[in-house]
């Protein structure tokens, strides 16, 4: 595992060059990619120029968001997957096959069951595509239940029915974006983590919950540094991914007003911070 750094998720804006200065700086391992930016400065540069500018910060690609506009209309989303090979050979070619997106655990006109088919009709030839070049597809479960709450119909929101939507996929490249939120708010357990192979793990994001809120009455948006509450184990989290041999990126996602207002520099110290607290506590001082 290794301690990545989503600019974004702490209310960076910033270009990749500083995004990778800023990250080995601090002391993340990695930085997610924006890959409408890595594209485009591979296009007006090379594919050699970008591969140098992580050389040079000693940060390596730690995954990239799913580029294909799948929840919109048929058109839409036919344009967004005749891109895709494009894009996953810069990233193949950067190393970094690992490719997230989310899935709301509602609807309110389609049932679950045709819901759930739904989602593998627009995944799989995504999945298949992402396939030819290496790629490997995290989807994650988003578990609040006030998510759902005065919606027609639920949808998946556990760990468990995430992976029968890869089963059913059916790709073999296809697992979770796993965030210790979610499954938290899941009311998922330690022990479940241990039943999954490292292969079902694509993404791993961390963060914590506010304190004295039921866990059926927390709100996703409001949530904490990893570490900063205790109220999500992230040692028990952390440990599970580890004895499992998950191997990729760890992303703090804290969607904290606190931080985001930081200047960047000490929004990235700060939340590194908290990740190397967990980190350490979880007995990972040996990881890369």
Not at 17 to 45: C, D, H, M, W, Y
Not at 87 to 93: G, I, K
Request: hydrophobic share 40%; with cysteine; glycine share 10%.
């Amino acid at each position: 595992m290794f301690k990545n750094l989503s600019p974004g998720a702490i209310g960076i804006r910033a270009p990749l060059p500083e995004a990778l200065t800023l990250a080995k700086t601090v002391g993340f391992q990695g930085v997610e990619l924006n890959i409408g930016e890595v594209a485009r400065i591979s296009s007006e540069k090379s594919i050699r120029y970008v591969k140098q500018l992580f050389k040079d910060a000693g940060v390596r690609a730690g995954g990239w968001g799913l580029p294909v506009d799948w929840r919109g209309d048929e058109a839409v989303y036919s344009v967004g997957l005749k891109r895709l090979p494009e894009l996953a050979q810069v990233c193949r070619e950067l190393g970094c096959l690992r490719v997230a997106t989310w899935v709301l655990s509602y609807s309110d006109t389609r049932p679950f069951k045709e819901n759930f088919e739904w989602h593998v009709e627009r995944f799989k030839p995504i999945a298949e595509a992402l396939e030819t070049y290496g790629c490997r597809l995290g989807l994650e479960f988003l578990g609040p239940k006030t998510l759902r709450t005065g919606h027609k119909y639920g949808f998946i929101h556990t760990m468990d029915g995430m992976l029968s939507l890869c089963d059913r996929i059916g790709t073999g490249n296809v697992g979770l974006l796993l965030d210790s939120w979610h499954w938290y708010t899941s009311h998922g357990a330690v022990e479940d983590l241990r039943q999954l192979t490292a292969e079902q793990v694509v993404y791993v994001h961390v963060n914590d919950a506010p304190c004295g809120v039921p866990v059926d009455e927390q709100v996703d948006n409001i949530r904490c540094l990893p570490g900063e509450t205790g109220v999500i184990n992230l040692i028990g989290f952390l440990g599970a991914l580890r004895d499992i041999g998950y191997d990729g990126p760890v992303t703090p996602e804290p969607f904290s007003q606190r931080v985001n207002q930081m200047p960047a520099q000490d929004a990235a110290k700060t939340t590194v911070e908290s990740l190397n607290r967990v980190w350490y506590a979880a007995g990972l001082t040996n990881q890369p």
